[in-house]
């Protein structure tokens, strides 16, 4: 079964960045580059929501309207490991981010396959 592990969360000041990985492994049959790789992002009260996605086989990105030219998403394949880069961040991106895998390249919480344990990011105004 694939396995998700992120690391990177913290508190940090508006205007400020942090960057998130996203270590995946336990690949059967399917290739982490098979795979869709995303960030969800949840607020107590509110639907988990897709922040952003990458086909790390083809490298095609995804970006949520709300984070677009602040956060960049990358994937080094070698290592089997996605990063998001989040700059410019401001307190409404606090949240629980989820490092999210699937085969199908989806935005719907409820069609992701595997989920990490997710790591709190925390911004300060």
């Known amino acids: 079964e694939v396995q998700l592990v992120e690391s990177g969360g913290g508190l940090v000041q508006s205007g400020g960045s942090l960057r998130l990985s996203c270590a995946a492994s336990?690949?059967?049959?399917?290739?982490?580059?098979?795979?869709?790789i995303g960030w969800f992002r949840q607020v107590p009260g509110k639907e988990r929501e897709g922040v952003s996605l990458i086909s790390p086989g083809g490298g095609a990105t995804y970006y949520a309207n709300s984070v677009k030219g602040r956060f960049t998403i990358s994937s080094d394949n070698a290592k089997n490991t996605v990063y998001l880069q989040m700059d410019s961040l401001k307190p409404e991106d606090t949240a629980t981010y989820y490092c999210a895998a699937g085969l199908e390249r989806t935005t719907r919480a409820d069609l992701v396959d595997y989920w990490g344990q997710g790591t709190q990011v925390t911004v300060s105004s």
């Open positions: 336990g690949f059967t049959g399917f290739t982490f580059e098979h795979y869709v």
